[in-house]
């Protein structure tokens, strides 16, 4: 099969958010202890945490990550969580139907996310609790000193605040499953005046409204609409979220579900900017698709985990090599949308249908999926370019017309470097030409694939069979890039460019 691309500084989507390569660490199954917090593991570090999975969290180059829920943080007090470790209650998560220790909570928290290097993307409960919680909890965080809950947090070890930026305003508020599940109406009056009361304490900070827990939800579209129209003033961003299963089993098909999200973001998109224009506002929402990922491993499993344990290994999930296709066109299909999408987290990190994995008292590794994210997220800076491409399409029972090419490229002017992400979804090798019209390429300086595995492959602890490896199936010839991408394959083209003038 043979395709063209071509790729135009005049084609700008927008820059990109470094936010877009966020994830999520819930308190649920494993995540947390038995996951980043281990202290009886070889390499756990003073403070109890595993340094083998901080040097994997650093690899991938997370920059935020959303805490502490997820469903979990909707029946969970932030009060727990602090003070003295010894005396932290023991309480009965009734998302997880597990017992959460709090022996990890928001200071030990923090000084992970330092040692990773990613800001804390905070959740506050909107189920049990409401805006009196949440304004308190940003004063503890973020008022300098002098306070009640500023000194508390003094007295706690931490002098300076925690400056927390970006925080969301409950947890998938939509859902039936919610602790304190609210219809639309309920949750925008709440949602309105907590995020009120939040920025009143601090008016730097930026708050999320949820939008509805997928795009199949009964209630999609009327409860963006009418959330949107209640505290649209008050609010920075809507949140979106979805996971991707394989229920028919159908390559073709599963691949295809990048198609589903690139959808689901126009339309909520729409929907905010219809409700910008009956308001009459200047103020722009954008989008923080803050829970995204593939689910659907682990999901017999779950069944036979006995309830009121401590960290249960729940959501499990061991991605294999069509996991790993279809995460690209995923990533690729956010960035198509980095105009409006601004943060993203993919849900979870470790463990938790995660991209990194422990063993007790064992190894940490790295599944499938965790390489696309990688790649992207430390190459996928700068502006991100449509390009125009011709290639053949195949359809399926959801969409006409599904590009057997998925891709998109990102120029960043400050490594003077364009890179290409590009996912061949056919099961024939591709001829790629690639040319630029307005962008003067000196070389390739990599290329790497992932392909020619079964798509049924997964890494195991002591075998990482699945990642990019390096090819020279490329040549540069009048101002074009040649290249093959070989069928069923996820492939990284960085070429450096001719500083822009
Ligand atoms: O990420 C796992 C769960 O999925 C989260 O707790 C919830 O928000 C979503 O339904």
Same mark, same amino acid.
């Given at each position: 099969?043979?395709?063209?691309?071509?790729?135009?500084?005049?084609?700008?989507?927008?820059?990109?958010?470094?936010?877009?390569?966020?994830?999520?660490?819930?308190?649920?199954?494993?995540?947390?202890?038995?996951?980043?917090?281990?202290?009886?593991?070889?390499?756990?570090?003073?403070?109890?945490?595993?340094?083998?999975?901080?040097?994997?969290?650093?690899?991938?180059?997370?920059?935020?990550?959303?805490?502490?829920?997820?469903?979990?943080?909707?029946?969970?007090?932030?009060?727990?969580?602090?003070?003295?470790?010894?005396?932290?209650?023991?309480?009965?998560?009734?998302?997880?139907?597990?017992?959460?220790?709090?022996?990890?909570?928001?200071?030990?928290?923090?000084?992970?996310?330092?040692?990773?290097?990613?800001?804390?993307?905070?959740?506050?409960?909107?189920?049990?609790?409401?805006?009196?919680?949440?304004?308190?909890?940003?004063?503890?965080?973020?008022?300098?000193?002098?306070?009640?809950?500023?000194?508390?947090?003094?007295?706690?070890?931490?002098? !300076?605040?925690?400056?927390?930026? &970006?925080?969301?305003?409950?947890?998938?508020?939509?859902?039936?499953? *919610?602790?304190?599940?609210?219809?639309?109406? !309920?949750?925008?009056?709440?949602? #309105?005046?907590?995020?009120?009361?939040?920025?009143?304490?601090?008016?730097?900070?930026?708050?999320?409204?949820?939008?509805?827990?997928?795009? $199949?939800? =009964?209630?999609?579209?009327?409860?963006?609409?009418?959330?949107?129209?209640? /505290?649209?003033? *008050?609010?920075?961003?809507? $949140?979106?979220?979805?996971?991707?299963?394989?229920?028919?089993?159908?390559?073709?098909?599963?691949?295809?579900? $990048?198609?589903?999200?690139?959808?689901?973001?126009?339309?909520?998109?729409?929907?905010?900017?219809?409700?910008?224009?009956?308001?009459?506002?200047?103020?722009?929402?954008?989008?923080?698709?803050?829970?995204?990922?593939?689910?659907?491993? $682990?999901? #017999?499993?779950?069944?036979?985990?006995?309830?009121?344990?401590?960290?249960?290994?729940?959501?499990?999930?061991?991605?294999?090599?069509?996991?790993?296709?279809?995460?690209?066109?995923?990533?690729?299909?956010?960035?198509?949308?980095?105009?409006?999408?601004?943060? /993203?987290?993919?849900?979870?990190?470790?463990?938790?249908?995660?991209?990194?994995?422990? !063993?007790?008292?064992?190894?940490?590794?790295? *599944?499938?999926?965790?390489? =696309?994210?990688?790649?992207?997220?430390?190459?996928? *800076?700068?502006?991100?370019?449509?390009?125009?491409?011709?290639?053949?399409?195949?359809?399926?029972?959801?969409? #006409?017309?599904? =590009?057997?090419?998925?891709?998109? /490229?990102?120029?960043?002017?400050?490594?003077?470097?364009?890179?290409?992400?590009?996912?061949?979804?056919?099961?024939?090798?591709?001829?790629?030409?690639?040319?630029?019209?307005?962008?003067?390429?000196?070389?390739?300086?990599?290329?790497?694939?992932?392909?020619?595995?079964?798509?049924? &492959?997964?890494?195991?602890?002591?075998? !990482?069979?699945?990642?990019?490896?390096?090819?020279?199936?490329?040549?540069?010839?009048?101002?074009?890039?040649?290249?093959?991408?070989?069928?069923?394959?996820?492939?990284?083209?960085?070429?450096?460019?001719?500083?822009?003038?």
């Amino acid at each position: 099969m043979k395709a063209k691309m071509s790729v135009n500084r005049t084609q700008g989507i927008g820059t990109v958010d470094r936010r877009l390569y966020g994830s999520f660490i819930e308190h649920m199954g494993r995540a947390v202890y038995g996951g980043i917090y281990e202290p009886s593991h070889p390499s756990a570090n003073q403070a109890g945490f595993r340094q083998d999975v901080i040097e994997l969290v650093k690899e991938l180059s997370v920059p935020l990550i959303r805490y502490p829920g997820g469903n979990f943080v909707s029946g969970f007090d932030w009060e727990d969580s602090i003070g003295s470790r010894n005396q932290r209650p023991k309480r009965l998560d009734l998302a997880w139907r597990s017992i959460e220790t709090n022996q990890v909570g928001l200071h030990e928290f923090a000084k992970w996310c330092q040692e990773v290097g990613a800001e804390i993307n905070m959740a506050v409960n909107l189920g049990t609790r409401g805006l009196d919680a949440a304004r308190n909890l940003v004063e503890y965080c973020n008022y300098p000193s002098g306070t009640y809950w500023s000194e508390k947090r003094r007295e706690h070890g931490q002098e !300076e605040p925690f400056a927390i930026k &970006t925080w969301c305003l409950g947890n998938e508020m939509d859902g039936p499953w *919610q602790i304190g599940h609210k219809t639309a109406k !309920e949750y925008g009056r709440l949602a #309105e005046e907590t995020a009120k009361a939040m920025k009143l304490v601090d008016d730097s900070i930026e708050v999320v409204l949820c939008g509805s827990s997928s795009s $199949s939800m =009964p209630t999609f579209g009327e409860w963006e609409l009418t959330v949107l129209d209640q /505290a649209y003033e *008050q609010v920075d961003y809507l $949140s979106l979220h979805q996971y991707y299963g394989n229920p028919t089993d159908d390559l073709k098909h599963y691949l295809a579900r $990048s198609l589903d999200m690139d959808q689901f973001i126009s339309g909520v998109v729409a929907m905010c900017d219809a409700i910008k224009a009956k308001k009459h506002s200047k103020k722009q929402i954008n989008l923080s698709f803050d829970e995204w990922n593939i689910w659907y491993h $682990s999901a #017999e499993h779950d069944l036979t985990v006995k309830p009121w344990q401590v960290a249960p290994p729940l959501l499990e999930d061991h991605y294999n090599f069509e996991d790993a296709l279809l995460l690209g066109c995923l990533l690729i299909t956010l960035l198509k949308h980095s105009d409006r999408v601004k943060i /993203a987290c993919l849900a979870q990190l470790v463990n938790v249908i995660a991209p990194i994995m422990t !063993e007790e008292n064992g190894s940490a590794w790295r *599944q499938t999926i965790y390489y =696309p994210f990688m790649q992207v997220a430390t190459l996928g *800076q700068g502006v991100a370019l449509r390009p125009e491409i011709t290639v053949d399409s195949y359809s399926t029972s959801d969409f #006409e017309e599904v =590009p057997y090419l998925e891709s998109i /490229a990102v120029m960043n002017d400050d490594k003077n470097e364009l890179v290409v992400f590009a996912v061949n979804r056919g099961e024939e090798n591709m001829e790629l030409s690639l040319d630029f019209s307005d962008i003067q390429v000196t070389e390739v300086s990599d290329f790497s694939e992932m392909s020619g595995h079964d798509i049924k &492959t997964v890494n195991q602890p002591d075998k !990482e069979q699945i990642k990019p490896v390096k090819s020279t199936a490329y040549e540069q010839k009048d101002q074009q890039i040649h290249c093959l991408l070989k069928s069923l394959s996820w492939n990284v083209i960085r070429m450096s460019v001719v500083p822009k003038i």
